[in-house]
């Protein structure tokens, strides 16, 4: 069967949903990598007032995780942490988060979720915010971690001197992140 017979999903049947649940989890796990590099490059360009625009943030982020030793998927955290900020301004943590979560451990998923809100450190008291809204968290396992991947691969992240890798460097790593296959179903990927 290569394409199913109904017109409304009430009225599949369990060999159409079995069919149709392998053909999109094959192309999504084979599309993943690209559709995430093709994000992240869609960030070349304005700069925004930054000194760089935010595909190279990301790069000098991923360098810096990866020059630091850090394991596979903090450098690939790193390179992808910010890639929602072009479809989700607002909550681009969360975003980022959301999507690599079927592929990093809790700890990584963690601390990409909250990344935003600690690197508000450094900033937020000049927007008239708390810079220590961070300081909820205090208490979490991950605190830590998360206040360090800000210092270490974001806050100084705004180089225009840094010699970051080009993207092609991290195709490996990306790889290993984004094509370790899971037993997945559709609704884990909804």
Not at 115 to 140: C, M, P, S, T, V
Not at 156 to 163: A, E, G, V, W
Request: charged share 25%; net charge negative; glycine share 4%.
């Amino acid at each position: 069967m290569d394409t199913v017979n109904f017109t409304k999903m009430e009225d599949m049947t369990f060999d159409e949903t079995q069919m149709l649940n392998k053909k999109y989890i094959d192309h999504a796990q084979s599309n993943l990598s690209t559709q995430l590099l093709n994000l992240l490059v869609s960030m070349k360009g304005p700069t925004l007032g930054y000194r760089i625009d935010r595909y190279r943030h990301s790069l000098q982020s991923a360098t810096r995780a990866l020059n630091n030793g850090e394991e596979t998927e903090m450098v690939v955290a790193a390179l992808f942490h910010d890639v929602a900020d072009p479809i989700a301004p607002e909550n681009h943590s969360a975003a980022a988060a959301e999507i690599i979560k079927p592929y990093v451990s809790e700890r990584i998923f963690w601390i990409i979720r909250h990344h935003g809100l600690f690197q508000g450190y450094y900033y937020f008291h000049h927007l008239g915010e708390d810079r220590n809204a961070r300081e909820k968290f205090r208490d979490h396992q991950w605190f830590d971690d998360c206040e360090y991947f800000c210092h270490e691969y974001d806050q100084n992240c705004f180089d225009p001197k840094y010699d970051e890798l080009p993207l092609e460097e991290f195709g490996p790593l990306i790889d290993e992140i984004f094509t370790h296959k899971k037993n997945t179903s559709i609704s884990e990927l909804a």
